[in-house]
Every structure is written in structure tokens, then in C-alpha cells.
């Protein structure tokens, strides 16, 4: 059964695939309309969202499917002990796909250990984020018109932040990419992460300075410091606003450099920034939509085999 746990789950050229798909449905969204009539999307959601749930739902309706959805762990039976692999043995009677969001890491891969019908990752814990992944890839390849020779800088949040994590990965697949990774000490990108893009030959930088390499940037990617990851709410209450991206801060980056965040945004990103056309966290928005609507063609049709 084909399920996304990890963005590796994919290959480059289902990714560039993916991609290709999600720009045909933009151009022509009527060819796809009735795609996945009769089909239904389980979306069961242990931890809260308002992007990722929301646009799958949206894909799907704009698929012609139907929705199933847990929006909330508290009003299912979760809350009363159910595990994850007896909720996944549940739904597979009712959905013909499920895209889960759970708190921890590796929630996603146990459901795909009891699921014959495909298992979507929506994000575990701090652990990964395939689908914003997607999100950002084709936001990147439609602004900058390619995934390689560009130099990306991540800020924020590098520990937990599983959309770092996740996107990180698949640029380990680019040419000539280089990484900016700018943090608190306390919120750097773990070993593991440095180990594997120092084995796949990824050029990277640590700095705690937002300013220091912002003129090199192609693409800036800032995150938010997630407190509900956080153990202790002093270290959050320390850390949150560790760095506040302004259009003064700008004025040293690129003209054609892009700014994305996989939102929400709390402080990190001023108001003003929205209105810089490097801006692109809202383009990001949609474009998620249409590579959930890729990729749950894809699984279903692998399904359907
Ligand atoms: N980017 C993202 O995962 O947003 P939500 O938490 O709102 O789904």
C-alpha cells in the first residue's frame, strides 16, 4: 500500500511528477473535477490545524470526493484510550485514504502498519511534515523557476520544526544546494540532520545572526518558535521572538529572493513584510492545496492497481 510518512518517500521524479500534476490542475481544474467521485478522505486530526486539514478537505471536494473528518483528538475516541492502530483499523472500513495529524513522531508510520488503504502523514510531532514539503516545492519551482543552485536559509526553530526537517530532506536531492541554518543555540537543527546533509554532500551554515547572510539568500524560510513543544514555558517565553523578520531587515536581500513560512506566524514575520512582493507564505497556502490534490490522485490511483 502506497502511504507518505517521510517527503524520502518519494522519489525525485514522483516529486517533479507531482509537481507537473499540480500545474495542470491549476491551468485546467475542470479535467479533475470528477476524479475522485465516490472516493472518501478520512482526515483525522490529534493535534490542531488550520492549513493542512482545510486543504486537504478542499482537495478532496475539488476531486468530486467526500470528506470523513476527526478535527479534534478530544472528540474522538482517542480520548477515552483508543490507540492509533485500532482508530486505523476503524477508519479503513469507512475511507479509502487517511491523512493523519498526531502529536507524536512516528504516530503516522504506526498507522501505516495497520492500514490497507493508503496513510497520508499531516505532520508527527516534531518529527516530519511531507505534505508542507510539497507545499514549499512547488511554491519554490514556480517563483524561482528550479530546486537547484539556490541557497536556502532556515530560521527559527531548527529543532523541532518538522517542516524543516522534512523540506531539508528533499533538497538533499537538489544540485548545488547550499543551507543557511539560523537559529538560538537552543533551537538548533539536531546532529542527526547535520550528519545526513553532511552525508549527501549539502553544502550548510550555522549562524544565530538573521542579518549575517541575508544578501546571499534565495530563499529565506522562517518558522515559528512552537510552544507546544516546549517543556518549560519560561525557555519559550525567552526564545519566541528570537528573531522578527522586518522590511528594514530586508533591505540587504535579494530583489528576487523569497520569503516563505509554513504558518502560523506569530511574531516572527511584521505585518508590513506582507506587503513586499517577496513575500510568497499565502501563495504557499494554495499552492498546498493543489499537490494535495496531486498527491492524493496519486495514492488512490497506486491503490486502485
Ligand atoms: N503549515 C501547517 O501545517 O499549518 P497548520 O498547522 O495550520 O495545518
Redesign the pocket.
Known sequence: MRSVIDILDLTKEEIAELISVAEDIIQNPDNYREKCKHKKLATL?F?????????FEAAMYELGGNVLSISDGESSSASKGESVHDTIKVVNCYADVIAM?HPKEGAALVATMASDIPVIN??DGGHN?PT?TL?DLLTIHREKGTLDNLTVGFCGDLKFGR?VHSLIHALTRYENIKVVLISPEELKLPDYMLEDMAAHGLEYVETTSLEEYMGELDVLYMTRVQKERFFNEQDYIRLKDSYILSPEKLMPAKSDMIILH???RVNEITVAVDEDPRACYFK??LN?KFMRMALILKVLEEATK
Open positions: 486530526f493535534e490542531p490545524s488550520t492549513r493542512t486539514r482545510l486543504s495529524r499531516a505532520g511534515h508542507q507545499a517542516t509554513p504558518l502560523p504557499q497556502v498546498a
